[in-house]
């Protein structure tokens, strides 16, 4: 049983810290050096002189899409859907906001002309998604008539029909900073917000330092920011993820071992897609991995990260990795600091805990 409960991962965070909009330039953030006292207090264009020549940097390089749609019902009635995964034969898997759900059947009647099909709920009849049939390809779709999913706390002047959004300048701003420079493979509902930090500056500072770079592909979902709702956390539902890593990064990561490097994540995305590969040894899959303190890493030994929500799943993983004393330790610091929060706030660079 995990001695730890929920609210052992609650703080206080004065409002004022969750960042509304990204740094002018990717690479100015700030980056706490978290790794080992005395702390210190950085920028993030510095990250390549805190690494070591042979170490390798995996990156999630997942592309996130339009997901968020509007629409009404038969009825007349308001909805928004945010796609949280494309299947096969039209067919997606979204989040539903509306007064009412409508019944399996129903055909709703989409901003941009299109229709979804209600199919039914997703993965099984009491599963908290939905199951719907778009009336054409859902990529496209998705780019032609979506917004960006951002998350809740990121407020925008959007109202809930979507019919009045922000300027088109804030929508090219989130559109272009809200997807990482190496973005390659359409799916996320949610960025990997610790990589949002790297510009082409940044990586070509690594290359020259000798570091090493591979990717593995998580589609993030909009689960990742839904609370944890039970005090013991293992009654906790985890939300499930598509993940793949490629044959060169399964070399790439053999080949960091074998030159005494270390594996750095970028983002927690890439660590529960890197320790859900080691639990199972599947290289492509479905990961429902909820990481906890107590938990063993097999193949993270450096994690790049932002600061998360109170409470959260990714605190959890940051404790689990860093360990719990010091995690509090950090965030204590960062806020006394000023240091901006969540997807578009500033990171802190952590090694894994090697204490009993």
């Given at each position: 049983m995990n001695p730890y409960r929920l609210s052992d991962f609650d703080f206080d965070l004065p409002a004022s810290l969750i960042a509304q909009h990204p740094t002018a330039e990717r690479s100015a953030s700030r980056l706490l050096d978290g790794r080992q006292a005395p702390w210190a207090d950085r920028i993030f264009k510095e990250l390549p002189k805190l690494l070591r020549t042979g170490d390798l940097l995996v990156f999630n390089d997942t592309e996130v899409v339009k997901a968020r749609l509007f629409g009404h019902k038969p009825t007349g009635g308001q909805l928004e859907l945010l796609v949280e995964r494309v299947l096969t034969g039209h067919e997606v898997v979204a989040h539903m906001k509306v007064s009412k759900k409508p019944t399996v059947g129903t055909v709703l009647r989409m901003h941009g002309g299109f229709e979804a099909k209600v199919l039914g709920r997703w993965p099984d009849v009491d599963g908290p998604l939905f199951h719907f049939r778009f009336s054409d390809e859902p990529h496209a779709?998705?780019?032609?008539h979506g917004h960006m999913p951002l998350p809740p706390y990121i407020e925008r002047h959007q109202n809930q029909t979507g019919a009045a959004p922000d300027s088109p300048e804030q929508q090219a701003e989130d559109e272009r900073r809200y997807q990482t420079v190496f973005a390659k493979h359409p799916g996320a509902a949610a960025a990997p917000t610790a990589a949002l930090h790297f510009d082409e500056a940044v990586l070509n500072a690594l290359d020259s330092h000798g570091v090493q770079r591979a990717s593995v592909t998580l589609h993030v979902?909009?689960?990742?920011?839904?609370?944890?709702?039970?005090?013991?956390?293992?009654?906790?539902?985890?939300?499930?993820?598509?993940?793949?890593?490629?044959?060169?990064?399964?070399?790439?990561?053999?080949d960091c071992r074998a030159r005494g490097g270390r594996v750095v994540a970028v983002g927690t995305t890439s660590v529960r897609t890197l320790e859900s590969w080691a639990q199972t040894g599947q290289t492509c899959g479905d990961t429902s991995i909820f990481?906890?303190?107590?938990?063993?890493?097999k193949v993270v030994d450096v994690l790049i990260t932002n600061f998360h929500l109170p409470k959260s799943t990714l605190l959890m993983l940051v404790s689990a990795f860093t360990g719990f004393e010091h995690m509090h330790a950090l965030y204590q610091h960062a806020i006394a600091q000023g240091y901006r929060f969540f997807s578009y706030g500033d990171a802190m660079l952590l090694d894994r805990k090697t204490e009993t």
């Open positions: 779709l998705m780019q032609a979902g909009a689960g990742t920011f839904s609370p944890v709702k039970t005090e013991d956390l293992s009654e906790h539902r985890m939300h499930s993820e598509w993940y793949n890593i490629p044959p060169e990064t399964v070399q790439a990561i053999a990481i906890t303190p107590g938990f063993e890493f």
